[in-house]
């Protein structure tokens, strides 16, 4: 039978978003932006079980604090994490050698991640091997060189921002983490390191509200975001 288990990476401090509180922990309405990402993982039948990875100093904060208030109903640990993201999953990889055929990865900031699009990525990366969630970028582009001139605009029609979960084959990602350690490549998500194999990686499409809290006004938006949800859930018959 195949098995799913969800890498959490959450040892990042978080810095830009200030306050010295690390960003997993900030509260986003009644809880932690962690706990919104634990709960979706905790109800995604096709996962059965889910590791967070810490920084060792938040290891007890996190078992004692943050995980009893998410009311998880499957296995669950807590890894070590590493002074960069790559090196935390990789951590986590290891944690789970034996136990899964294939591997979610969700960043602890992304607190809107939707259980059907949670459930679409796995089915796909379980067909292919390797499947992201992405979404087009809407924005006009510009390469800008010295003196901050523009060197030249950048076609955006086959262009996307990507974004978490990333879901693959366990061997796949593996072996491209091992590829990049022994390279000394340092990539800013999963995907590139399994792009480095020369394998192909799907993209499906996600969503604008999907977005990594990283700056303080992040915070209003998504909290701003959560209201409006709950608004249009208690007017439905």
Known sequence: MSRTVALVPAAGVGSRIGNGCPKPYRRLGQRPLIGYVLETLGECAEVDRI???????????????????????????????????????????????????????????????SLQLLQECIFEAKKCGACIVGVPVRDTLKKVGERDIIDKTIPRSHLWMAQTPQVFHYDLL????????????????????????????????????????????DLLLVESWLVEEKEQAEEEP
């Not at 194999?197 to 977005?211: A, D, H």
Request: contains cysteine; hydrophobic residues 40%.
């Open 174 to 217: 593996w072996n491209a983490h091992q590829k990049a350690l022994q390279e000394y490549f340092q990539g800013t998500d999963d995907s590139v390191l399994v792009e480095r194999l020369g394998l192909p990686v799907k993209m499906i499409r996600g969503s604008y509200k999907n977005i990594k809290v990283t700056y303080p006004e």
């Open 51 to 113: 590791v967070v990875i810490v920084s060792a100093e938040e290891q007890e904060f996190c078992r004692e604090k943050i995980i009893p208030t998410c009311n998880l109903h499957k296995p669950w640990q807590l890894v070590v994490g590493g002074a960069q993201r790559q090196q935390s999953v990789y951590n986590g990889m290891k944690a789970i050698q034996g136990l899964a055929d294939t591997v979610v990865v969700h960043d602890a900031a992304r607190p809107l991640i």
